[in-house]
């Protein structure tokens, strides 16, 4: 038997939710066109009859300017310090001294670097051949492979790679378990997508989101969910003129919800003001911020 941890670092907006998602198989983490889209380290488990693979997806990596960004910043760290095989995503435009910190540490790592520069469709043979080049300097011992996580190319030639390189070991979790998460974080996690999508500016990045109440039955499940933003002005915000705002995101995240669970679901949302939470320890444990 073959089981490993497979983890995803990189720099934010380089498609790691979306390559995530295609090595599991499942929608496990949300994936938009917005940098910091990810904030907790997430898992999707793997399970054949010969091996389990353990994938983790990260938030991207960046210089922390609030305790927010700092704990994600711990979560990517986090990620180096267990893998059996790491996965170094990049893209064709982005350059190989970019956190040159995150990357010395990656360059001393002694397990298998996989580096994967994302997005080729995006670019060209010569520009590729002389991104690889520019990689290899940068990541000597590392394995390049050029992919397209969006286009789904290349992704086949990384699992076959992992599936050589994983060590022998017995499995790490149930062979019937999808995720490390409980079934709320996704519905955190769904409600925080369609925020993303539908809102502009700063509004995303100063929400949290935490399940007040979750009781299923066979057919369906009752959901109550806070939307906790910084101030009273993005309050007004989010709802909307006559709660047209709010409705919006509930009735798309309703339906994902519905997908994920395959259940009938009935959501119900509420926006609460709590002051300044992304710079306050207190907040980041409430809403799971911490590594314990």
């Known amino acids: 038997m073959k089981s490993g941890f497979v983890n995803i670092v990189g720099n934010p907006n380089v498609g790691k939710s979306t390559l995530m998602n295609l090595l599991v198989g499942e929608r ?31 938030p991207g990596v960046l210089k922390p300017n609030y305790k927010l ?25 982005e350059k190989a001294d970019k956190n040159e910190e995150f990357l010395a540490k990656v360059a001393r790592m002694k397990v298998p670097v996989l580096l994967l520069i994302n997005k080729i469709d995006q670019s060209n043979q010569q520009e590729l051949t002389a991104k690889a080049d520019e990689w290899h300097e940068a990541l000597p011992n ?9 286009a789904k190319f290349g992704v086949d ?12 070991a ?18 955190n996690e769904i409600i925080r997508e369609k ?13 949290e989101v935490a399940v007040e109440s979750f009781k299923e039955t066979d057919r ?7 939307i906790f933003c910084e101030r009273e002005s993005q309050k007004g915000i989010i709802i909307g003129h006559g709660g047209v705002a709010l409705k919006r995101v ?43």
């Open 28 to 58: 496990i983490s949300i994936a938009t066109f917005k940098a910091q889209t990810t904030r907790h380290r997430i898992m999707g488990i793997v399970n054949t009859p010969t091996m389990q693979v353990v994938y983790s997806d990260t």
């Open 69 to 93: 960004q700092e704990q994600m910043l711990q979560f990517s760290e986090s990620a180096l310090q267990d893998a059996d095989i790491l996965l170094y995503m990049t893209d064709v435009v």
């Open 142 to 150: 590392a394995e390049i492979f050029p992919i397209s996580a969006k």
């Open 157 to 168: 030639q990384v699992m076959r790679r992992i599936e050589e390189l994983l060590p022998d």
């Open 170 to 187: 017995p499995p790490y979790f149930d062979t019937d378990q999808l995720t490390d998460k409980p079934a709320r974080f996704f519905v």
């Open 195 to 207: 925020i993303l999508l539908y809102y502009d500016k700063e509004i995303p990045y100063s929400v």
């Open 220 to 226: 369906s499940i009752h959901i109550n969910a806070t």
């Open 250 to 292: 509930s009735s798309e995240a309703r339906k994902d919800l519905e997908r994920f669970f395959g259940k009938s679901i009935y959501l119900e949302t509420f926006v609460k003001v709590d002051k300044d939470w992304r710079q306050s320890g207190k907040a980041m444990k409430r809403y799971g911020y911490d590594l314990d």
